[in-house]
């Protein structure tokens, strides 16, 4: 996801909120599992990423994350 690359300077040049607003638009219109890998990869290539937009990025993501968990449940209804 592009707009994971550029959360680095989305928040060196933004107010202190825009990082958690972009990563609410960007993430939380997907749900497939594949969205949820990509921002698993993102982070497990970047350990020594900034502590803080990893936290959002994690926040962003609680519900891709969660949905993703649930999907094979509902699909043995």
């Known amino acids: 996801m592009p707009s994971l690359v550029m959360l ?3 928040q060196a040049t933004g ?3 825009f990082p958690g607003r972009w990563l609410g638009a960007t993430l939380g219109s997907h749900n497939s599992a594949a969205a ?6 993102f ?4 350990p020594d990423y900034n502590l803080q937009l990893r936290l959002k990025i994690l926040q962003a993501a609680d519900t891709l994350f969660r949905v993703e968990r649930l999907r094979p449940l509902a699909t043995s209804w």
């Open 36 to 41: 949820a890998t990509t921002v698993r990869e």
């Open 15 to 17: 107010d202190i909120f």
């Open 8 to 10: 680095e300077e989305i």
């Open 43 to 46: 982070l497990a290539q970047r």
